[in-house]
Structure formats: structure tokens, C-alpha cells
């Protein structure tokens, strides 16, 4: 009995077993979605602002003046009123030499002027008492003459006493070496005591004026009736920037256009002033120039980071209202600061892809990766 109700369910459960097996089998297979793709990309609006138009150049920065500081005077050295590398102001003293054998020869000459200012004012009462005779006829007219010689004679040798009297002066003062102009003084060539000649070929110091300071640049010859028509209405700014062209050194004006065309690389010389008052700005530094020749009013500008290359020229990703992008082709004019006008393709309101365009397909549905700092980074970058 127990083995016949073993095998009656273990019948059942094979039953049970082989139903669910064609169940299984037979039921219907439900399909699978897959997954929309997307892309992780950042974005910008398109911004109307003002553009400017300005014509990009590598320049040098140069000294506005530089000066060989020498002495005009031979003497020994017995002060230094300057640190190397300290700011002078004109006027301020450099050196001093030994004034003892000027002063000396000034006092010779003040003398000298003194004993012939006697002599002159004797020769003048000579003349008044011989006139007065010749007047009675108790004197002739020869002794009359004579003194009127002695007395122009007295005249001159003063002239030439006060003249010796200037030249000291001047001695004693050039025996002080002062600042001719405003400036940073370069390295000391010579020591306290140390005795120079006036004839001396080897300057004391170099003073270099670095407030203003120039820079000189090159730009293409096509752009120079441009200048030249901008010059007579206005004068033109000039930016002066680090080697990335991100960075503002300084702002000046354009001072000299060159005058010839360099045959060689087509190319015409400027020359611009800049202030310069917090010294970023350098002798021998290379920076890129940028002069400013006008405005561009309320541009469609998009970040410069936004722009492709496609098939037929420059292109870019808008992204549309629901979250997927279009290529269009575009049109480009002035670029500043990262951020391009386009003249053609991309209207006001749009928002276009500045990150992660690899691989964007037309259609493809992309998600922002972060809205705020993609808005920020766009706003500096079209500034």
C-alpha cells in the first residue's frame, strides 16, 4: 500500500513538472526596450553683445628710453645715492665726485672777476678826470682816447672773468651726477672711490625707463589703410597680453606707424605707449599685441569652444528644446577673447554644445552635465 502511494505522486509531481516545462515553453516572449542613447555634454546660450574688431601682432616690449650714465668731470668717486635696481626720479643725485678742486677754481675765478672790477673802476675815473680836461683843454684828445681803451679793455677781461666764474660753476655742478629722466637703474659698474676720467668710454650705470614703456609689433600690410583712416578720427587702443593671449598686461594707445613696408614678410611696424604703472610689463618681453580698430554692435556670439569643422566649413551643435541636437552650418566673423561672432546659421535664444560634441550624432539626445558652471564658464568666455 505505501509503495503504491509513492509512486502515484511521484507520478503527479513528473506531471506537474512537464505541464510547467511546455507552459513555459509555449508562452509568448515579451520584448526588450533598449535604452535611448544620450551623451553627457556641456552648453551655452547664444549671447548679443558688443564685439570689438582689433588685428593681432607679436611685439617686443622696449624701454621708452634708456641712458648711459657718465661723468662729465674727472675726480674720485666720494658718494653713491642709489640702491641697483631702486626707481629714480629725474633730478634725483646718482653720484657725487670730489667737489674740493671745483670750488677751488670758482673762488680763483670770483677773485679774479673781483680784482678786475677794481681796475675797471679806476680806469673810469681816469676817464671822467681826462674828460674834464680835454674839456678845459688841459688834456688832449689822444690821452682821452687811450683811456677809453683802458676802460673797454677792463670791460672785456671782466666779461671774461664772469665767464671763468660760469665754467666753475658748471664744473662744481657736474661734479653731482643726477637723473636725466625717470627710471630704474641697472647694475653698478663702478665702486665708491674709484676714480674717473670724463673721457672714460664705459658708462657708470644704465638708467631705463620702463614708465611709459613701448612695444613694438608687426602686423599684415592689408590692415594699414584701415589704421591709417582710423588714426585721423581717433586714437586707436592697443592691448598687450600674455603668451596664452588670455591674460591683460596693459592697455596703451598706438603712437608711430612705421615707415616702409617690410618686402619680406609683408608686414608694417607699429609702436605703442602703454603707462605701465604696475611694471607687468617688461623690457624684452614678448607679448601678443592687440590694436583695437572698432566695434562691432550687438553680435550673435557664441563661445569659440562651440565651433567644428564639418563637410562644408564651420559648424555647431544646437541643442533643442527637448534635450536633442542638430548640426548647423555656420558662418563666423571677428573673433575676441574665446568667443566668435557668427554672421550666419545660429540666431538669438539658441543654445549650442561647447563640451563633448565627440561623437554626437545628429538626433542624439544629450544631458547637461552641470547647467550652472556651464552657464558661468560660457558667460567668461564670451566676455
Given at each position: 500500500?505505501?509503495?503504491w ?57 622696449d ?15 666720494v ?26 677754481q ?48 677792463s ?34 659698474l663702478?665702486?665708491l672711490g ?5 673721457s ?14 613701448a ?13 591709417q ?16 593671449n ?27 605707449v ?58 563666423i ?20 554644445v ?28 564670451g566676455?
Amino acid at each position: 500500500m505505501r509503495g503504491w502511494l509513492t509512486g502515484a505522486i511521484g507520478l503527479t509531481a513528473l506531471g506537474a513538472v512537464l505541464l510547467g516545462y511546455r507552459a513555459i515553453d509555449h508562452a509568448p516572449a515579451k520584448p526588450v526596450m533598449a535604452a535611448p542613447q544620450t551623451r553627457l555634454v556641456s552648453v551655452a546660450d547664444v549671447k548679443i553683445q558688443d564685439m570689438p574688431v582689433a588685428v593681432r601682432g607679436i611685439g617686443t616690449v622696449d624701454p621708452f628710453n634708456t641712458v648711459s650714465i657718465k661723468s662729465r668731470v674727472d675726480g674720485a668717486i666720494v658718494a653713491i645715492h642709489f640702491e641697483e635696481g631702486q626707481t629714480v626720479k629725474p633730478g634725483d643725485p646718482l653720484f657725487e665726485i670730489d667737489p674740493r678742486p671745483f670750488a677751488a677754481q670758482l673762488a680763483q675765478a670770483e677773485a679774479a672777476l673781483q680784482k678786475d672790477q677794481a681796475v675797471m673802476a679806476n680806469a673810469n675815473a681816469d676817464l671822467q678826470r681826462f674828460q674834464a680836461l680835454s674839456a678845459k683843454e688841459y688834456a688832449s684828445r689822444q690821452s682821452v682816447d687811450t683811456q677809453k681803451a683802458l676802460v673797454a679793455q677792463s670791460q672785456a677781461q671782466m666779461a671774461a672773468d664772469q665767464a671763468q666764474i660760469d665754467m666753475a660753476k658748471l664744473q662744481l655742478n657736474y661734479a653731482t651726477i643726477r637723473a636725466p629722466i625717470g627710471g630704474r637703474v641697472g647694475r653698478r659698474l663702478v665702486d665708491l672711490g674709484n676714480f674717473i676720467l670724463a673721457s672714460d668710454s664705459k658708462p657708470l650705470i644704465t638708467l631705463t625707463q620702463i614708465q611709459p614703456i613701448a612695444v613694438t609689433f608687426t602686423v599684415p600690410q592689408d590692415v594699414l589703410p584701415e589704421i591709417q583712416a582710423r588714426m585721423v578720427q581717433t586714437t586707436l587702443g592697443v592691448e598687450a597680453r600674455g603668451p596664452d593671449n588670455q591674460v591683460l598686461l596693459a592697455t596703451g594707445k598706438l603712437a608711430l606707424v612705421g615707415d616702409a613696408i617690410d618686402r619680406a614678410s609683408g608686414t608694417i611696424s607699429l609702436k605703442a605707449v602703454f603707462e605701465n604703472g604696475d611694471q607687468r610689463l617688461w623690457p624684452g618681453q614678448f607679448v601678443n599685441a592687440r590694436l583695437m580698430l572698432r566695434t562691432l554692435p550687438n553680435a550673435v556670439t557664441i563661445p569659440e569652444a562651440a565651433i567644428g569643422l564639418g563637410p562644408d566649413g564651420p559648424i555647431a551643435w544646437v541643442m533643442k528644446p527637448d534635450s536633442t541636437v542638430t548640426m548647423r552650418n555656420i558662418e563666423i566673423g571677428v573673433k575676441a577673447q574665446g568667443a566668435v561672432a557668427v554672421t550666419k546659421g545660429i540666431s538669438r535664444g539658441e543654445t549650442v554644445v561647447v563640451e563633448g560634441q565627440d561623437g554626437v550624432t545628429e538626433g542624439m539626445r544629450v544631458t547637461v552635465s552641470d547647467p550652472q558652471a556651464t552657464a558661468a564658464a560660457a558667460g567668461g568666455k564670451g566676455a
